[in-house]
């Protein structure tokens, strides 16, 4: 738990500081074959200090909450904005004032569990795969627990603290096909501390029970038809495809860096249908996988509109992108780690539901291909994107036929999105990715499904 007091150093502010304090808890604990082969409790934690002078950015950062720490890193981030802004004589304007003030905590309020007993849970989960299906040549199941606490003051005013915790659970299945293995996972979880998220192991039974269907759907599936298919997207892909494709596209630092992105505001880049947001903190009345109230910089965060009705609206900024575009700051500073630099970040983003129900969409598909569950996959700066598709089946004559084996999907996002005809009406969302961009962060993706044209790989 953070306790120290920020406001007794605010007399060591020069020009514009921000002052972080966090600790990053990790729980990580797996099973293979009924074997627990990890078993790993971690803390990271430390202070941070981030001065701009004249359009230069100082940073510094420590391990240490000794008094003594946090004068010194506020005075080296002092010293090497100012060192920076002598070489590099930007003469940038001031950043904008946008404060924010708050306490948001999603600790939970029950007793905590031993580390023993959650070992035991997934235990739990291990043999009742181990028992009910023997005829798996593998099976592997893990738990991660990433607790993010931080406090954060800055020369503007702003003063927040948050405790955002995450608690997923992960299953894998293998099955031998052709003498080759087979795999397919699922996750579980999303916000909160175990305690709030995760109750009794039999209530994952049934969902595991589908995983097993689909797997042996999939081993004694087909190969996709190659070329360009009319496909229904599953929310988790489309979420995927929303956050690669499109989202880091429009993360202003991109813009600014040759994002194809900085050539369509304001212009046609998808169907009328489509609508995307990165939500700060919440959706449709309900709090979204990673919420941000105040980000790392203390801006109070708000919705960022990236594309509506089909028009390219905005981007998403830190109060330096912000101050370049002449628009208000969204609130997309994050940092991961006490020694890492706020960046533009995305929090939750998705495309908004429609008014298609998902049976009416199969169901209006005359040859094509449901495509589920994504893999690996990549995407830059141009929209292009390829993603692995570990879980799909065949539609035929409107129904659900055969399940595919692996395969991919890839296209240019900014053409691919006008092709889509249909969005249901529903929202999931899914919250045990990881953007990777420069450090790795939390981030909520999810949405409706869509249907659209893109091309799929063959055998």
Known sequence: MLTSNLQEYVPQFTGYTELRMQENRNLSIGFLKGNNTRNVKSTTSGISARVYQHGAWGFASSPDFTSESFRLVIASAGHNAQFLAKKANLGKPQLPVNSGAGSNSFATTKPRLKQRQLIDFIKQLDSYIGDKYPDLSSRSVSLNCL????????????????????????????????????DLYDVFGGLGQFEDVFDNPEVLYGR??????????KQSGVYASAG??????????????????????????????????????????ASPLVTLIDFANTAM????????????????A??????????????????????HFKVAPTGNGRAYQFSDEPLIRMRNTA??????KLAAMISSVEDGYYLIRPNNG??????????????????????LGRGIKDTTISGVAFDMLKTITMISDDMQWSAAGMCGKKQPIPTGMGGPAIKCRVNIGGR
């Open 208 to 217: 595991i029970d589908s995983l097993y269907e689909h797997i042996r759907a």
């Open 147 to 182: 607790d993010m606490e931080k406090s954060l003051l800055t020369s503007d005013g702003s003063e927040a603290y948050s405790l955002i915790p995450r608690t997923i659970i992960a299953v894998s299945l293998t099955m031998d096909s052709e003498g080759k293995p087979l």
């Open 302 to 323: 708000d919705d960022a509109y990236i594309i509506d009705q089909g028009v390219l609206k905005g981007y998403m900024h830190n109060k330096e992108s912000a101050n």
């Open 228 to 269: 360009v298919k009319e496909c229904i997207l599953d929310p988790e892909l489309a979420g995927i495809l929303a956050h690669e494709a499109i989202g880091h596209t429009t993360e202003a630092d991109l813009v600014l860096g040759g994002s194809i992105a900085a050539n369509y505001l304001n212009k046609e880049v």
């Open 285 to 300: 009345g309900q709090t979204c996988p990673v919420p941000v109230y105040i980000d790392d910089e203390g801006t109070e």
């Open 351 to 356: 495309i908004m539901p429609g008014q298609s």
């Open 378 to 399: 990549q995407a830059d700066t141009t929209s292009e994107f390829m993603f692995g598709v570990v879980l799909g089946y065949e539609i035929k004559s409107g129904k």
